[in-house]
Nanobody, 115 residues
C-alpha cells in the first residue's frame, strides 16, 4: 500500500499564504509525476498543478501567478506554495503521484480561506 502523506492545510484569511507538503516513498517520488488536485463541496476534483521528474510544471489558469509547485528529491517531498489565497480556493487538497496508468492519492488536507 503506497502512502502519500500530506500536511500544511488550515484556515487562512483572504490574501494569506499556506504551504502544503506531500511526502512519498522514495521509489515513487523518483520516477512519478507529482501533482496537487482539489475538490470543493459539490464540485468535481480538479487539477491545481503538477511537476514532472525533470521539473517541468503545469498550473490551472485559476492559480497561475499565485501558486508554486516544487519537489525536493532529498526529502521525497512535493510542495505547493499558495499565496494570495481567495475564498474560492477553499477545498480539500489532494496529493497525487502518477506514472502512465498508475496513480496514487493522499488522504487530503483541508484548506479554508475565510475572514
Amino acid at each position: 500500500q503506497v502512502q502519500l502523506v500530506e500536511s500544511g492545510g488550515g484556515l487562512v484569511q483572504p490574501g494569506g499564504s499556506l504551504r502544503l507538503s506531500c511526502v512519498a516513498p522514495g521509489s515513487i517520488f523518483s520516477s512519478y509525476i507529482m501533482g496537487w488536485y482539489r475538490q470543493a463541496p459539490g464540485k468535481q476534483r480538479e487539477l491545481v498543478a503538477h511537476i514532472t521528474t525533470g521539473g517541468s510544471t503545469t498550473y490551472a489558469d485559476t492559480v497561475k501567478g499565485r501558486f508554486t509547485i516544487s519537489r525536493d528529491s532529498a526529502r521525497n517531498t512535493a510542495f505547493l506554495q499558495m499565496n494570495g489565497l481567495k475564498p474560492e480556493d477553499t477545498a480539500v487538497y489532494y496529493c497525487n503521484a502518477r506514472k502512465i496508468f498508475t496513480i496514487y492519492w493522499g488522504q487530503g488536507t483541508q484548506v479554508t480561506v475565510s475572514s
